[in-house]
């Protein structure tokens, strides 16, 4: 079946067999545990916004209360927008992610493609290279990245962010796992009518991808946005710290602050959340069409 096929059964209603009974033993306990599954997930997020609502003695305090004795308030959201620059971490998180986005879809693609359609010298150990990579911890990669960092003068700097985290190894799998489903017919067509294979790639193989490139453009945005490991070593300005970097200077001098950390933990998610809520459904068609739903 062709992924073009499978983008367009997604929006079908789902059909059964005659006789076939929708809500049997069988789906009724999928739905069970996919239901239980789910309010697992939730549960731990319900408890941080709660916690993030309550006074620090509340939030501190051994036993659990939905209704806590101070009440619940804004008071350790109030704290931790007056104590740093939200909106100036946020928006350097904006430009970096969005710029990740970007250059790494677009190198994506392009890879993904080439590994697809095209034989060239050197082919199998550039792919061997691109799963490698995926196979190395990042964590390995920090010190020579730094270093290269130095060489060309961008620390702090917003390249400086953006440029390690703008490949991406296992997004080029991905989209060539998906330009392999496309039938090879369709650009053969357009080779006959005499496009050459850049044109045949942006007038007919990107537009019959756009919900894996959706799809991994949020995955890549998602992750830039909470990457907290590589702008905390490249960047020292608090001018160019991102969100999840900033949060973390938000410390008070009287200790552990739960309800404060939750709140912040809560106003560098938020984003995401709302991301994710606008942009679900191509999150879903995207993994659909890939084969991890099936074939």
Not at 41 to 60: I, M, Q, R
Not at 142 to 157: G, K, N, S
Request: hydrophobic fraction near 55%; avoid cysteine; glycine fraction near 6%.
């Amino acid at each position: 079946m062709s992924s073009y096929t499978l983008s367009r059964g997604i929006n079908r209603k789902q059909s059964y067999k005659p006789g076939e009974n929708p809500w049997s033993l069988w789906r009724l306990g999928a739905l069970l545990v996919l239901a239980f599954l789910a309010l697992t997930w939730l549960v731990p997020f319900a408890w941080a916004v709660l916690t993030s609502l309550k006074s620090e003695a509340d939030a501190g305090a051994s036993t659990l209360s939905l209704s806590p004795p101070d009440g619940l308030g804004f008071d350790a959201y109030r704290k931790v927008l007056a104590a740093g620059d939200i909106p100036a971490w946020a928006w350097n998180s904006l430009i970096t992610s969005v710029a990740i986005t970007l250059i790494t879809v677009a190198t994506s693609a392009l890879a993904g493609y080439a590994f697809s359609r095209m034989n060239f010298r050197g082919r199998r150990w550039l792919y061997a290279a691109i799963i490698a990579a995926i196979i190395i911890p990042p964590q390995l990669l920090i010190v020579p990245l730094f270093r290269q960092m130095l060489a060309f003068d961008l620390v702090d700097t917003y390249w400086g962010i953006i440029l390690p985290q703008a490949f991406a190894p296992a997004m080029v799998l991905i989209l060539k796992r998906f330009f392999d489903q496309i039938p090879v017919e369709l650009e053969d067509a357009a080779r006959v009518d005499g496009a050459n294979r850049l044109r045949v790639f942006w007038s007919i193989v990107l537009p019959l991808s756009r919900p894996i490139l959706a799809a991994v453009a949020i995955f890549v945005f998602i992750g830039a946005w909470n990457n907290f490991l590589w702008p905390f070593i490249v960047t020292t300005d608090a001018d160019l710290m991102t969100l999840p970097v900033g949060l973390q200077t938000v410390k008070s001098a009287y200790g552990l602050q739960y309800a404060q950390n939750m709140a912040s933990a809560i106003l560098a998610a938020l984003p995401l959340v709302v991301v994710f809520l606008f942009f679900q459904r191509q999150i879903i068609k995207g993994i659909a069409t890939t084969g991890f739903g099936g074939q």
